[in-house]
């Protein structure tokens, strides 16, 4: 399986956007995320991509993977605790398409 490279950005507008849709998205387990942060990713090619953070976050997190626009989006992916993942931290692998837009969440959680 090819990883392929991960380039996030974000811009004020979608880090707008990502604010207003947050509060109706929850994590793997229905769950509220806290601390959360945005990026969108737009897939250089057609394979598969890798966004991790497994034991190199100090804090438990949480990625999820979405696609769609502002107040339209769908789950692809979600990961919390990912297997062999040292302090809760995460990794999540989904199917992308070349020059398809995915937004990927970055959360924590907090009880």
Not at 37 to 55: N, Q, R
Not at 63 to 86: P, S
Request: aromatic share 14%.
């Amino acid at each position: 399986m090819k990883t392929l490279p991960t380039s996030l950005s974000f811009r004020v507008w979608e880090l707008y956007c990502a604010f207003l849709i947050q509060r109706d998205h929850f994590s793997c387990d229905d769950q509220s995320n806290n601390n959360d942060i945005w990026y969108l990713y737009e897939a250089p090619c057609t394979g598969v991509a890798t966004f991790s953070t497994c034991s190199t976050a100090d804090f438990d997190t949480r990625l999820q993977l979405y696609i769609g626009g502002c107040g339209a989006l769908a789950q692809l992916a979600c990961n919390d605790d990912g297997e062999g993942c040292i302090g809760y931290t995460s990794v999540l692998t989904s199917p992308v398409v070349e020059g398809i837009s995915y937004w990927l969440r970055l959360g924590s959680y907090h009880p």
